[in-house]
C-alpha cells in the first residue's frame, strides 16, 4: 500500500554535492520518522540522518556537519543534502520511512528502493 522512490544519486566528484530525495506514496495516515540509511561496498548497512515528524534531526558522526535531513511533510517527502562529498560516503543510500498505513492502527516501516552515490575523481 507504500511504496518509497528514491532519486537524486550519481557519480560526483570528491568535495561536490547532491540531494537525494524520497517520495512516500499510496495508503498513508501519517509519516513519523524518516530515515536515510547506507551501505557501502562490503560494509553493514548504517543509519546516517534521521528526522521525527516535528523536525528534530540526528546524523551520524561521519557525516555531522556535512549532510542535511530534511522534509517536507505535505509531499511526503525526506531529502538528504549532501555536502563536501568524500570518497568513504560512496554507498548505496536508502530512505526508510515509518508510516501510519491509512486504515489502519499499526505502524510499519518501508523502505524504498536505494540509489547509488559514488563519490570519486
Known amino acids: 500500500q507504500v511504496q518509497l522512490v528514491e532519486s537524486g544519486g550519481g557519480l560526483v566528484q570528491p568535495g561536490g554535492s547532491l540531494i537525494l530525495s524520497c517520495a512516500a506514496s499510496?495508503?498513508?495516515?501519517?509519516?513519523?520518522?524518516m530515515g536515510w540509511y547506507r551501505q557501502g561496498p562490503g560494509q553493514q548497512r548504517e543509519l546516517v540522518a534521521a528526522?521525527?515528524?516535528?523536525?528534530?534531526?540526528s546524523y551520524a558522526d561521519s557525516v555531522k556537519g556535512r549532510f542535511t535531513i530534511s522534509r517536507d511533510n505535505a509531499k511526503n517527502t525526506a531529502y538528504l543534502h549532501m555536502n563536501s562529498l568524500k570518497p568513504e560516503d560512496t554507498a548505496v543510500y536508502y530512505c526508510?520511512?515509518?508510516?501510519?498505513?491509512?486504515?489502519?492502527?499499526?505502524?510499519?516501516?518501508?523502505w524504498g528502493q536505494g540509489t547509488q552515490v559514488t563519490v570519486s575523481s
Open positions: 526508510k520511512y515509518e508510516v501510519q498505513v491509512a486504515y489502519t492502527s499499526a505502524t510499519s516501516s518501508y
Open positions: 499510496g495508503s498513508i495516515f501519517s509519516i513519523y520518522n
Open positions: 528526522i521525527t515528524r516535528s523536525g528534530a534531526t
